[in-house]
Each structure stands twice: as C-alpha cells, then as structure tokens.
C-alpha cells in the first residue's frame, strides 16, 4: 500500500478521495475531473473563474489538461484499491465517488477513508475498528449500548449495562480485547495442530504418490518380462512344431519309399504270375493229351514256384511294412516331449514363485485330527487318536503342521476347505507353543492365519482379529509366501481371484504351513500337484503333460506314463 504522505499527495482537495481522472489547471493544480468541473460551473456566469487550491482568478473558462504522470501512479495503485473495494466498505463522508475504508468508529457509527481519519476525533469514545459493514451487531440489542464487555460464563459479548445490572450481573467478565486474545491463543494452538496435521497428510500423499509410481513402473516391468517370457514360450512353441512337423514328413516319406520299393517287387512279380496263369490256362484249354502231359513235366518248376511265391509275398510283406500303422508315433510322442519338457524348464525359471507340494507332518497332529494316508488331507475327530506323545505335538487344539519348512524364496499352495465346522490356515513358527490355549494359530506372536468360524471370515494374528466380507464364493484358497519380501497372502481362487488379506512381516525364523479344523464335518485339504498343464492331440492317441515333469500319453486303450526318459504301460 502507499504511505500516508503518498496518498496525500494523490488526494484530491475538493473531494478528499484518490483522484479520478486527474486534470491540471493552469497554475499547477490537480483536481477529479469531476470535481473541477461541478466547481467551475458554478462559477459559469459570474464574469470569473478561480482555481478552489491558489484562487489564482482566470477571465476566461480555464482549459483542463489531463495528468499523465498522476494517472500511471493511479493506475498502479489500482490493484490496492480493488482489494480494499473488495472488502465492501466505503467512506462514509465520500460522498462523491467511492472510496475504500481503512477504519470504522464503533461510536461515530461511520466508515472512514486516509484522509478523513486523520482529521477524526482522537477521545478515547471513539473506538476504531477494522471497516465493517454491519452496526447491528456492534450494540447490546436491549440496551443498544456498545459491546464492550465478554462474559466467560455465557460466552456471550455484553455492553457495561448488562454487566452491572443485567442478566450477567455476577458473571466473571472480561474486556473484548483481552477476551479475544486468549480466544486467539487457542485458535494459535489449533492452528498449529492442524498445520502439523497438514504437513503430516502432504508427506502421506507424497508417500502414496510415491508408492503409486513405484506399482505403476513394477507392473510395467513385470507386464514386460511376462510378455518377453510368453513371446519366447511362442517362438519355441513354433520351433517344436515345425520339428515334430519334420519328423512326420521324414517318417512319411521313409515310409513311403519303402512301401514304393516293396510296390514295384510286387508288380513285377504280379505280371510273372500273369505269364505263368496265361500259360496255364493255355494248357488247361488244349486237347491233346500228350502235349499237356509234356508241358507238366517242363513247368514243374512253376507249379512249385507258384505255391512257394504265396508264402513269400506275404512274409515279405509283413515284415516291410509295419505292423499296426504306417508312422512311429512313439518317436514323434518322445520329440514332442523332449521339446515340451524343455519349454517347461524355461518357463518355471522365469516364473514368480515356486509351486510347493505340501505335506502334513504326523508327529505334530493332535489327538482329535485325522491326517489321511498321503498326508494331504485333516479333519476333525470326535474319537481321540492313539499317537505317541512327542514335544512337537499339539496337545490342546486340533492342528497339524507341515513337513517342510520355509526359511527363504517365494512360496505358493493351495487349500480345498470344507463347508462344514471352522477351519484356519497359516503359517506359524517352528519355535510357536504347543500347549494351551494360545498354542492356536493367530492367537500369539509367532503364527498368521486366515479362519473360517461360524461362516465368517476373518484373519488373526497375536490375538488380534480383523474381519472380511463378504465371506468365501468357493472352497479354494491360495496362499503365496514371500519370505524375504515379508508377506503372507490369502487369495480366494474364484472367478477372477479375489484378494483377500495380505500380512506385512519381517520373519525372524524358519516357518511352516499351518491347518487348523475344529467341529464335526471340518476338513482342510492340499490338492495334489497333478494338474493337466498342455494336451497334444495326436493321430490315434494324446499327451497330457502334468506337473514334475510327467508327461501320461493316452493310446489305442493304454495309457502309458514317462517320466525322466522310463514308462510304464497300463489299461484304461
């Protein structure tokens, strides 16, 4: 803003306001347009014109020149002008244009501008304020006395009446200004609070800016070394095709050749057959006796030839051509493997994690589960078990552990769980308790668990629970443990895979996989790793690749399992 003396000097003597289109007369002096001109009319008949600054007289109307310099410096406090316009509040005595207020007088009850305030009463009476536009609320509305008074116990502004003999009579009071300064000081406090509060949720933004950047350049990357993998799974996918497409056309034409070769044998010895039956037949036509009889003893040799031949041709074919088909599928059945097998092994290095065959260990059941035979399966058991007791078994609640521990790498299974009773899957510790109640999974530090209790879902761990909804659309659960990374993921495998809870840990000690079933009908199961992964439609059989490298080819009846380069045959 200007100063007071530069205000001054742009405060036009007529009006007292901030000029409005400066104009110079001719001895020097700055007037509104306005305002020089209403002066100057006034005087229009009176024979003389003077100027209302130096009374300098003119005989003529005196002609107005427009200040150049006063309007620039006009135009630069423009911006000042339109904040104070903004606030509403006018000079109450400007009566000619609109000028901003800089203070009120709560007793004049008037708005005053620069140059009007320095000519206002100084008394103590009169009590100026920052501009305002409303005087109601300023006066004690029942005694419409000033509101000089705060009463603390009422929280309410009051005037000197209200306070002496009013309804606040009694009532702890304090001055406006004292009370407003403690109400600042709070406000100061709350102020504070929030900016600390402000500052915190800039820095929570910017860390989930961050961490968003960080997902969208993760799943570039991983969307770009999966599509890598996919295009390289393409490519050889289309290199062993066209090697198992070579091995045909090489067995086609082998064969081929050879069943040509064994052709033409056939058509030469087809049109001796047909010299040698001519013969005959010439012979079986003739007459005369002694001329058949001594073409017999000249064609014995043909009679024998002939019946020889049958027997020839037909052990000769057999053993050219091949029995049961005209192409080694076998052959073909081992270069599709081969290839396939070796796709399998590039694929399963570039994959995220490492499917886990899990095994339950017995010697850590309790007495009221079942583990079954290929220790893939618990339930629950009213009829207590007979099993030795061991330190590693759990004596209190119906658990079982895994065989396997995980002390590093990323980890996956899956778990088939029943509709009836409760159930819980996790992992926990070796060093987790055996006994007592908080030996259950969830319900200390050492173990994480995702549970089913009375159709509800929830996961725990050390005793605290958080709850899930909606609950499972599926029996299948998928779990994925990254050990260095520090999580634990539940992934229901509906349609699409929905992600249910993920822990965030920093594991200390090697783990195991972790089941819990409780109730009559409760049942927790891992699938066997063999899934059917590809299917080869071959001519008159097919291969199903399945997991650990199995590969099961399905035959005229048979079905004949490899695995490692040896076979066995058996009937379906």
């Known amino acids: 803003m200007a100063s007071a003396d530069l205000r001054e000097e742009l405060t036009c003597p007529i009006c007292l306001s901030i000029y409005t289109d400066p104009v110079t007369l001719r001895c020097g002096h700055n007037f509104c347009l306005g305002c020089i001109e209403s002066v100057l009319g006034t005087q229009e008949g009176s024979g003389v014109y003077t100027c209302p600054e130096c009374r300098k007289r003119f005989t003529n109307r005196p002609e107005l020149q427009r200040n150049i310099a006063l309007c620039n410096v006009k135009m630069n406090l423009q911006i000042t002008q339109k904040e104070q316009i903004d606030t509403g509040v006018f000079c109450t005595y400007c009566i000619h244009s609109p000028v901003p207020a800089i203070k009120s007088c709560l007793l004049c009850e008037a708005s005053l501008c620069d140059p009007h305030l320095r000519v206002h009463n100084k008394s103590e009476e009169?009590?100026?304020?920052?501009?305002?536009?409303?005087?109601?609320?300023?006066?004690?509305?029942?005694?419409?006395?000033?509101?000089?008074?705060?009463c603390t116990e009422d929280a309410a502004c009051i005037c000197v009446t209200c306070s002496l003999a009013g309804e606040h009579r009694g009532h702890q009071v304090e001055l406006l200004n004292v009370a407003s300064e403690k109400k600042k000081e709070k406000l100061r406090d709350v102020l504070q609070k929030l900016t600390t509060k402000r500052e915190k949720t800039e820095k929570r933004v910017q860390s989930l800016q961050e961490h968003r950047r960080g997902v969208q350049e993760k799943a570039a990357a991983v969307t770009e070394r999966l599509t890598a993998l996919?295009?390289?799974?393409?490519?050889?996918?289309?290199?062993?095709?066209?090697?198992?497409?070579?091995?045909?056309?090489?067995?086609?034409?082998?064969?081929?050749?050879?069943?040509?070769?064994?052709i033409q044998q056939l058509e030469k010895e087809k049109d001796e057959l047909t010299r040698k039956m001519s013969h005959i037949e010439e012979l079986c036509n003739m007459t005369d006796p002694l001329t058949v009889l001594q073409e017999q003893e000249s064609h014995r040799d043909d009679f024998c030839s002939a019946k020889k031949g049958d027997n020839e041709v037909t052990h000769r074919g057999d053993k050219q051509v091949p029995a049961g088909g005209d192409l080694d599928e076998g052959r073909i059945s081992v270069t599709l493997y081969r290839g396939l097998a070796d796709i399998v092994t590039d694929v399963k290095r570039g994959l995220y994690v490492q499917v886990t065959d899990i095994l339950l260990d017995i010697n850590t059941a309790n007495y009221n589960v079942i583990v079954s035979g290929e220790l893939k399966t618990v339930s629950y058991s009213r009829i207590y078990q007979q099993r030795p007791k061991t330190p590693e078994r759990f004596t209190y609640e119906p658990q079982v552990l895994s065989t396997r521990s995980f002390f590093s790498g990323r980890h996956y299974w899956e778990v088939q769980t029943s509709e009836s009773g409760d159930w819980c899957v996790g992992v926990c510790y070796t060093s987790m308790r055996r006994r007592g109640w908080k030996s259950e999974i969830g319900n200390n530090n050492k173990s994480w668990g995702l549970r089913s209790y009375n159709k509800d879902l929830l996961v725990r761990h050390n005793t605290i629970r958080t709850s899930l909804s909606p609950p499972l659309s599926c029996d299948t659960v998928g779990i994925l443990l990254d050990y260095e990374a520090g999580y634990l993921t539940f992934n229901e495998l509906c349609e699409p895979i929905r992600h249910l809870h993920t822990f965030t840990v920093t594991f200390t000690e090697p783990l195991h996989a972790a089941f819990y079933v409780w109730g009559d009908g409760a049942c927790v199961r891992i699938p066997r790793l063999i899934h059917c992964h590809i299917i080869i439609m071959l001519h008159s059989g097919y291969w199903v690749m399945v997991h650990s490298g199995y590969w099961v080819m399905v035959h005229s009846g048979y079905a004949v399992m490899v695995h490692s380069g040896y076979g066995v045959m058996v009937p379906v």
């Open 126 to 150: 009169h009590v100026l304020t920052e501009p305002i536009t409303s005087w109601g609320n300023r006066k004690c509305s029942k005694h419409k006395k000033l509101l000089e008074y705060y």
């Open 230 to 262: 996919i295009r390289d799974i393409k490519k050889q996918l289309e290199d062993l095709e066209k090697r198992v497409l070579s091995e045909i056309t090489r067995q086609q034409e082998q064969v081929l050749l050879t069943i040509s070769d064994l």
